[in-house]
C-alpha cells in the first residue's frame, strides 16, 4: 500500500518563501535604481557615528569585522544582484568611514592640559573673535617656549584688555587654565571632543593686563575683523550683531537674550551663514556678471556669457565662505552652489538630491566629526527635506505655474512656503530635541516671513549699503537695513514669548535618535511605495524619546550644583547663587523651560551650614554644600540614613549611602549624574567606563613643567 508524508517539510518552504522576499527585495532595489546612491554618504556616515557611539578599540575592531562578514555575505548573495553589490559596497563604505575617523582622530592628536593652573606666559595670537556683546574678546594663542604647556589653548580676555590684538601679534599674559571640559551633565555639550579635533588643550581666561610689545596695535585686523568692526559703526547694538553675523558670521555682537528668541523662534539658521545666504550671495554675483559681461557682443555673440558669469559667482561664493570662516553650514553650501553651476553649465538639472549627497560626502570626507555636530545634521537634514518634498509629484503639481491671477499665484507661494516651512520643521525637530533639549513650534509661520525678509530686503539693503560706502551714501541704505533688523528681532521676540513656542523633552537616548534618523532617512531618500516603512523606525524612535521619564536628581560633573525635581515639574537647584551656563545646562538637561527655584526655601528641606536633607520618591537625599571639614565620625550616622549621599568634596570612609554615595572620586569616574528614584532606582551618567575615544585619555602635559612627566619613563 502507498504511503504519504503526514506533513509537508519546511525546508522547501522555508526556501520558497526567501527566493520570493528575495525577488521581491530586487525588484524595488531595481525600481529605486536611480536613488540607490544617494545611501553612499549615509553608509560612511553610519561608520563615522558607529565611531563615536562605540567606546572602546575592541568595539571599533569587531564592528570592522563584522561589516567585513557583510561584505562577504553580499559577495555569496550574487555581486550581479543589486541587494549584493549593495551589501558589498554599503559595508565597505561604512568600514572606511569608520577608519577615516579614527585616522583623524589619531592625525590630530595634541597634548592636553592635566589640571587647572595659573601661569604666565608669552605667546603668538592666532586669532581674535571680539564678543561685545558680553564685554570680551576670545583669544587662541599658541604659547612660545613653554613644551609644558599645550600648543593651542583659547583664552577669554576681557573687552578692554584684548582691544586692538591682532592675529600675528606676540604678547605675555598670566592666565589660569583648565583642560577642555566634558559635558557636566548627560547629554549635554562636550566641548572635549569639540576641542580635541580642534587641537585645543586648554581654555581659560586672562589675569590682569595683557603685555604686548612696542608698536603693537598697529598691525592689520582680518577683512572679517574690519567688515564686522565697519557695520558695527554703521548700526549699532544688536541688530548690527545680526547684520554682521549675516554679512561676515561674526555673532558676537549679538544680545544673548535677543539670540535665544532668535533660537525659541525657529529663526536662528538666519544667524548662521548657510544655503540661505551663499545662494543669494551667488545668485547676485551671477546675474550682475552676466549683465556687466553682456554689454561684451563678442562674449554675448560666442557663448561665453553663461560660463564666465559661473565662474565669476564661483569666485564670489568662495571669497564669501573664506569670509564668514568655513563653517559646516557655509562649506556645506558652498559645495553645493558649485555643484549646481556646474548642473547648470552642463544643462542637467540643477537642485537635486544627488547635489546634496555629493557635498555631505565631500564634507565628511574633509571633515568627518563634523556628522557628530547639530550644525552638518541640521543643515542637511534641512535642505534634504526641501528637495525631497519639492521633487514629490503632488507638490510639483501644486507649485507648477499656471495662467492665474497674481493674487492667486502669491498665495500659493505663500502656502508653499508654509508647508515647506512645516516639513522642515519636522524634520529638524528630533535633532533639536537630542542636541538642546527643546525645539521651536512656531519655526514655520515665523519664517513665512523672516526669510523674505531677509532675502529681499536685509541682506539686498546691506549689499547696497557696503557698495555705497565706498563714495560716502551708503547711510540710506544702512537705515532701511536697520528698520528691517529691528522687525526680525520685534517678531523673533514675538513668536518665542507666545504661550507653547517650545517644547522641552529630557534626554533624549542615542539609540532612539538614530531609530529616528534612519526612519527619516528611509522616508526622504526613497521614491517608492516601500518609502512608508520609514515610518515605523521614526515613529519608534520619537516614541522612545516621549516616554522617556524626566529625572529625579541632577549632579554635575564638579559636585557642586544639584537640582531636584519638585512636585509641580519644576526643579530647585542647592546653590541659588549658580550663573546662567549652570541654570541653562540644568534646564536642558531637565527637559523644562522655567526657572529654577532655590532648595533651601522649600518646606520639606532642612538646611544647615553644612548640609539639605530631604526626602523625594520615598528616598532620603543628604546633599553637602558648606565648606567646613566635618570629621568622618560625625557624618557616619547621617550618612546611613540617607539613600543617596552628595558630595563635591572627597568623603570620609566612614560615610556610606545606603544607596549611592556620590563625591569628588566617583564623580571622576562617572562624570554629571542624572538619578531616577523609582524601583529600581538608577543613574545615568556623562562619562562611559572604560572610553578610549583619545580625548578622554589624551596626552597630558602639567603646565608648570613638574607635575606629569611629558616623555614615558625608561623602563
Not at 31 to 38: D, H, Q, T
Request: hydrophobic share 50%; proline share 7%.
Amino acid at each position: 500500500m502507498a504511503t504519504r508524508p503526514l506533513q509537508t517539510p519546511i525546508g522547501p518552504a522555508v526556501a520558497a518563501a526567501m527566493r520570493r522576499l528575495s525577488e521581491s527585495i530586487e525588484a524595488r532595489l531595481d525600481a529605486e535604481r536611480e536613488r540607490i546612491a544617494l545611501w553612499l554618504p549615509v553608509m560612511l556616515g553610519a561608520g563615522i557615528a558607529a565611531w563615536f557611539a562605540l567606546p572602546t578599540k575592541m568595539h571599533w575592531i569587531g564592528l570592522l569585522l563584522a561589516l567585513a562578514a557583510l561584505a562577504l555575505v553580499g559577495l555569496l548573495a550574487g555581486w550581479q544582484r543589486r541587494a549584493g553589490r549593495m551589501l558589498v559596497l554599503g559595508s565597505a563604505v561604512a568600514a572606511a568611514g569608520m577608519l577615516l575617523i579614527w585616522g583623524r582622530a589619531l592625525w590630530v592628536e595634541a597634548p592636553v592640559l592635566a589640571a587647572p593652573v595659573v601661569t604666565q606666559f608669552s605667546g603668538v595670537v592666532e586669532s581674535v573673535e571680539p564678543l561685545p556683546a558680553k564685554g570680551q574678546v576670545r583669544l587662541i594663542l599658541r604659547p612660545h617656549g613653554r613644551p609644558d604647556l599645550p600648543p593651542r589653548v583659547r583664552l577669554t580676555a576681557d573687552g578692554v584688555q584684548g582691544d586692538g590684538i591682532a592675529p600675528g601679534e606676540a604678547v605675555g599674559l598670566r592666565v589660569r587654565l583648565m583642560p577642555p571640559p566634558a559635558a557636566s551633565l548627560p547629554g549635554g555639550y562636550d566641548f572635549a571632543q569639540r576641542a580635541w579635533f580642534d587641537r585645543l588643550g586648554a581654555v581659560g581666561t586672562v589675569m590682569g593686563e595683557i603685555r604686548r610689545a612696542p608698536g603693537a596695535g598697529q598691525g592689520e585686523q582680518t577683512l572679517r575683523a574690519r567688515l564686522s568692526s565697519h557695520i558695527h559703526k554703521q548700526i549699532d547694538g544688536s541688530p548690527g550683531g545680526i547684520a554682521a553675523a549675516l554679512v561676515a558670521g561674526d555673532r558676537g555682537a549679538i544680545d544673548p537674550a535677543d539670540e535665544e528668541a532668535m533660537r525659541r523662534s525657529g529663526l536662528a539658521h538666519l544667524l548662521s551663514i548657510s544655503g540661505l545666504h551663499v545662494t543669494a550671495v551667488v545668485t547676485f554675483a551671477m546675474l550682475l556678471a552676466m549683465r556687466l559681461l553682456g554689454l561684451s557682443r563678442r562674449l554675448a555673440l560666442g557663448g561665453y556669457l553663461l560660463p564666465l558669469a559661473a565662474a565669476c559667482a564661483a569666485l564670489v561664493g568662495g571669497g564669501y565662505t573664506l569670509l564668514a570662516g568655513a563653517e559646516v553650514p557655509t562649506l556645506r553650501s558652498f559645495i553645493a552652489a558649485l555643484l549646481v553651476l556646474v548642473a547648470i553649465l552642463l544643462g542637467r538639472e540643477a537642485l537635486t538630491l544627488r547635489l546634496v549627497a555629493a557635498g555631505a560626502l565631500i564634507v565628511l570626507l574633509w571633515r568627518p566629526e563634523a556628522l557628530a555636530g547639530p550644525s552638518f545634521q541640521l543643515s542637511f537634514a534641512a535642505i534634504t527635506a526641501i528637495v525631497a518634498l519639492h521633487e514629490g509629484r503632488w507638490m510639483q503639481r501644486f507649485m507648477a505655474r499656471r495662467e492665474e491671477g497674481w493674487p492667486r499665484r502669491l498665495g500659493r507661494g505663500i502656502v508653499g512656503l508654509v508647508i515647506t516651512g512645516l516639513v522642515v520643521e519636522v524634520a529638524l525637530a528630533p535633532i533639536a530635541l537630542f542636541h538642546f533639549h527643546k525645539a521651536g513650534l512656531y519655526g514655520a509661520l515665523a519664517n513665512v516671513v523672516a526669510i523674505p525678509l531677509t532675502t529681499f530686503v536685509i541682506m539686498p539693503a546691506e549689499a547696497l549699503a557696503l557698495l555705497f560706502d565706498a563714495v560716502g551714501l551708503g547711510a540710506p541704505f544702512w537705515w532701511v537695513a536697520e528698520q528691517a533688523l529691528k522687525l526680525l528681532i520685534w517678531l523673533a521676540h514675538s513668536v518665542a514669548d507666545a504661550p507653547g513656542a517650545v517644547a522641552t523633552l529630557p534626554v533624549f537616548p542615542p539609540w532612539g535618535f538614530g531609530l529616528a534618523v534612519f526612519g527619516g532617512l528611509w522616508l526622504l531618500l526613497w521614491q517608492t511605495g516601500w518609502r512608508r516603512w520609514g515610518a515605523v523606525p521614526l515613529l519608534a524612535g520619537m516614541a522612545v524619546l516621549f516616554v522617556q521619564p524626566r529625572p529625579d536628581l541632577l549632579v554635575t560633573s564638579d559636585g557642586k550644583h544639584v537640582a531636584a525635581a519638585l512636585p509641580d515639574g519644576s526643579y530647585a537647584l542647592l546653590r541659588d547663587r549658580a550663573g546662567d551656563y549652570v541654570r541653562d545646562s540644568v534646564a536642558e538637561a531637565a527637559g523644562i523651560d522655567a526657572p529654577l527655584g532655590a532648595l533651601a526655601e522649600l518646606d520639606h528641606v532642612i538646611c544647615n551650614r553644612d548640609f539639605c536633607r530631604w526626602t523625594q520618591r520615598g528616598r532620603t537625599i543628604l546633599a553637602a554644600r558648606g565648606r567646613d571639614r566635618i570629621e568622618g565620625s560625625e557624618m557616619a550616622a547621617a550618612c546611613a540614613a540617607a539613600d543617596v549621599v552628595i558630595s563635591d568634596r572627597w568623603l570620609p570612609r566612614e560615610c556610606v549611602g545606603r544607596w549611592l554615595t556620590i563625591d569628588r572620586d566617583s564623580l571622576g569616574q562617572t562624570g554629571g549624574l542624572a538619578l531616577y528614584l523609582g524601583e529600581p532606582p538608577r543613574a545615568a551618567a556623562s562619562l562611559r567606563a572604560g572610553d578610549e575615544h583619545p580625548w578622554r585619555r589624551p596626552p597630558q602635559v602639567s603646565g608648570n613643567d613638574e607635575a606629569i612627566p611629558t616623555i614615558s619613563p625608561a623602563p
